[in-house]
């Protein structure tokens, strides 16, 4: 296990503010790094696992980033956001016919129409 860092002490609010500015900064690993431990502690808060699914996708760990987003839909099936990015990962992983559904379902709860 590698070892941990100052970002990755203080308050849950601290961690937060820090896992914010790196996702800002483009810096996603570092950022799902402290969120990971946000999500361990705080399972059911929403915004963290968003933002670490975020941090998954953008740093090309599309396994990781849909396993927080169907936790996140399994909680809340109506997360319009949580639906879209489901299908636009799935989609990036070569499963358009997975992410057609999710993607239809989140253009419907957005009011968008999908062509």
């Known amino acids: ?14 961690r937060w503010g820090r896992a914010q500015l790196f996702f800002e900064a483009k810096e996603y690993l570092t950022a799902a790094r402290i969120l990971r431990g946000l999500v ?4 059911d808060q929403t915004a963290q696992r968003l933002l670490l699914a975020r941090a998954y996708y953008h740093s090309a760990q599309l396994v990781r980033a849909e396993e927080e987003l169907r936790a996140v839909l ?3 099936p109506v997360e319009h956001y949580a639906r879209l990015m ?5 989609e990036r992983q070569g499963r358009p016919v997975e992410a057609a559904p999710h993607l239809r379902l989140a253009a419907a709860m957005s009011g968008d129409t999908v062509e």
């Open 74 to 76: 399994e909680r809340d």
């Open 40 to 43: 361990a502690e705080h399972p």
């Open 1 to 14: 296990m590698s070892e941990e860092t100052y970002y990755e002490f203080g308050t849950a609010a601290d």
């Open 86 to 90: 489901l299908g636009r990962t799935l």
